[in-house]
């Protein structure tokens, strides 16, 4: 009988049975080498075989196969940090006259290496409305356009976009598809049987799941481009901390039971929320009210604890004042750790090429593993302090 899934996450990835030296271990040993001596000459150049430690160590080699359960991909690789992934992704599939096509959501930094990078290596990027539909979005493909970069739900914003229909669409006419699928940590949304050429995510966040360390990665159904992530990869010299890969394939265990929690409580959060008198709306694809609801309900399978706040018009001091007031709430960047966090998103929407029309100051929640009543009265300290700015 097949396993389930919360069972492969946790079982995929364990120290094989017999034919080591060492004890055998519930998780994996820890290599920390980068000289691999090898049993003779002629293999010292044998491809077949591990002959650097920049990967296929240990633990990073177990994060792998274990990452490849959790994205129904034969072929997963390895990066520094999230962004590294999208980056490297894009690095080792385009070329001078290519053209990206990237939602104009998407996550900052993803921007800026297109804007700065990118176009000193001869590639454009033309950034396009989330809302589009996907015959508009194809309508956008020129001869020159290589690649397709999809975020769902938008970073910042939430919009949902029709992951299936623009990878058709894409797919029949060559064109490859890239996702920042974080949200999701696929384990809620199946980029790749969903037809998407690349499904990439920041293990920083939820796999990770505890705030303390860096990584990201990128999973293909497509073995020629596997070959070529897997290329870029050696090609360029990223390489990941075998302790970084124990640590990450650490949360990945705990996966299955922590994220939905966080949904759970996110959408708790949600809903008091969205009673507020302060807040304009909610933007959350989980919540029914929310213009993605369809989409969302249709393809994914759950939600996490990241969502958006529309307040009603304020000035900047008294969004501040809400922020400062919060204790639970720690003021940070990243999410999908244990802990909730809030930011202040107006001056990341500027960066937009498309304007966004909200009624007032948008907010950013990651919720964590508290109480939520504990959080309800955090953010209720908060909105006091709002009312007296």
């Known amino acids: 009988m097949p ?3 919360e069972t492969r996450l946790v079982r995929k990835g364990a120290p094989p049975k017999g034919g080591s030296v060492l004890a055998r271990t519930v998780n994996p040993p820890v290599q920390r080498g980068s000289t691999v001596l090898m049993p003779n000459a002629a293999s010292l150049y044998d491809d077949s075989q591990l ?4 990967t296929g160590l240990s633990s990073p080699a177990n994060l792998q196969l274990a990452l490849a359960e ?17 980056t490297g992704v894009m690095l080792a599939l385009l070329k001078a006259g290519d053209e990206i096509l990237v939602v104009d959501s998407a996550y900052k930094p993803t921007r800026r290496f ?3 990078v990118l176009t000193r290596f001869g590639v454009t990027t033309t950034y396009y409305d989330p809302a589009l539909s996907p015959e508009a979005l194809m309508a956008l493909c020129t001869p020159a356009t290589r690649m397709i970069l999809l975020e769902a739900p938008g970073s910042l914003t939430f919009e949902m976009q029709d992951i299936p229909a623009i990878a058709a669409a894409a797919n029949a006419r060559g064109v490859l598809t890239l996702i920042d699928n974080t949200w999701a940590a696929s384990f809620y949304f199946k980029p790749l049987a ?75 959060i949600a809903r008091w929320l969205q009673g507020r008198p302060e807040v304009a709306r909610v933007l959350h694809p989980a919540l029914e009210s929310d213009p993605g609801h369809a989409l969302w309900k249709r393809d994914f399978t759950g939600a996490c604890g990241l969502f958006g706040v529309v307040l009603r018009p304020a000035s900047q001091k008294a969004v501040h004042a809400f922020l400062d007031a919060l204790d639970l709430f720690g003021l940070g960047f990243s999410w999908g750790g244990y802990e909730s966090l809030a930011i202040h998103c107006d001056p990341q929407l500027k960066n937009r090429t498309l304007p966004v029309k909200l009624e007032g100051p948008l907010l950013r929640l990651h919720v964590g593993l508290e109480a939520t009543g504990d959080l309800i009265a955090d953010l209720e300290r908060g909105f006091a302090a709002l009312a007296r700015a």
């Open 51 to 54: 002959t650097y430690g920049i």
């Open 194 to 268: 969903h037809g998407v050429t690349i499904s990439v995510q920041a293990l920083t966040k939820y796999v990770g799941g505890h705030s303390d360390v860096f990584m990201g990665s990128a999973a293909t159904a497509d073995n020629v481009i596997g070959n070529q992530l897997g290329d870029a990869m050696w090609d360029i010299g990223w390489s990941v901390s075998p302790d970084d890969a124990y640590t990450v394939l650490r949360g990945l265990r705990t996966l299955a039971t922590r994220l939905p929690v966080h949904q759970d409580k996110g959408l708790e």
């Open 114 to 116: 297109c804007d700065r």
């Open 70 to 86: 959790l994205e129904g991909s034969p072929d997963v690789t390895l990066y520094p940090s999230g962004l590294a992934a999208i």
């Open 3 to 5: 396993l389930d899934e």
